[in-house]
């Protein structure tokens, strides 16, 4: 079991450039998930895709934000203009289908200067 | 903003004791999940129980589930060092194909 993979790790860019994350599912996998974690919170969803369709985006993800899943894959999660308000853990999950659990990875540690 | 609420937000005990944590969520569900989180990983999922389920139990794991007062516990028995970790539950909606989570407990079990 490869499990969800995350890269990078983690993150520290300066206010205003442009960062991008990468996920990468358990292969069989047709749901994606990004969520966003703070210190001492539970994650927040953000967006979600079925195989390559984007089914739903949370009113937390900005036009700054943008997500892909070409080809029902990997995943990219890019913030565009990073704020320090964007300081968090963005984690990634995979399940098999709706209402199933999922299986997330460990997660990007984002660091704004 | 999150829509589960977990009660107590710390918890510590013994080896040994039981750890019991609360859980209230706000809309109708299709199934609620309990997950845990050690610092700095990942969620790994612990168990599910679907709505129309009352209690559920997975090894040293139960979760109860009260529908009428959107209400989940899950109880930890004869708990070890290494199930100090962050627990969290999360409600999933089929109205809204996601899972919103509670603020989560942190459980630290002392050896």
């Known amino acids: 079991d490869t499990g969800v993979s995350q890269n990078p790790r983690h993150k520290i860019t300066k206010r205003g450039q442009n960062v991008t994350f990468r996920c990468d599912p358990i292969s069989e996998h047709n749901r994606l998930y990004w969520y966003r974690q703070t210190l001492g919170q539970g994650p927040e969803f953000l967006t979600y895709?079925?195989?390559?369709?984007?089914?739903?985006k949370s009113r937390l993800l900005s036009d700054r934000f943008s997500a892909e899943r070409p080809k029902g894959s990997f995943s990219t999660l890019e913030i565009q203009r990073t704020e320090q308000g964007d300081s968090a853990m963005y984690l990634c999950?995979?399940?098999?289908?709706?209402?199933?659990?999922?299986?997330f990875g460990d997660g990007t540690r984002l660091s704004i200067l | 903003s999150q829509q589960g609420e977990e009660d107590p937000q710390a918890l510590s005990i013994q080896e040994g004791e039981n750890a019991t944590m609360n859980c209230s969520y706000k809309?109708?569900?299709?199934?609620l999940q309990w997950y845990r989180q050690n610092s700095g990983r990942g969620l790994v999922h612990l168990i599910l129980?679907?709505?129309?389920?009352r209690e559920k139990h997975s090894g040293r794991l139960r979760v109860t589930l009260d529908t009428s007062k959107k209400s989940s516990s899950l109880l930890i028995t004869a708990s070890r060092a290494a199930d100090t970790a962050s627990y969290f539950c999360a409600a999933y909606g089929g109205a809204t194909n996601k899972l919103i989570f509670g603020t989560g407990t942190l459980l630290a079990v002392q050896p």
């Open positions: 129980i679907r709505s129309n389920e």
């Open positions: 809309t109708s569900i299709n199934n």
């Open positions: 895709f079925q195989n390559e369709a984007q089914l739903e």
């Open positions: 999950a995979s399940s098999p289908g709706a209402a199933q659990p999922q299986h």
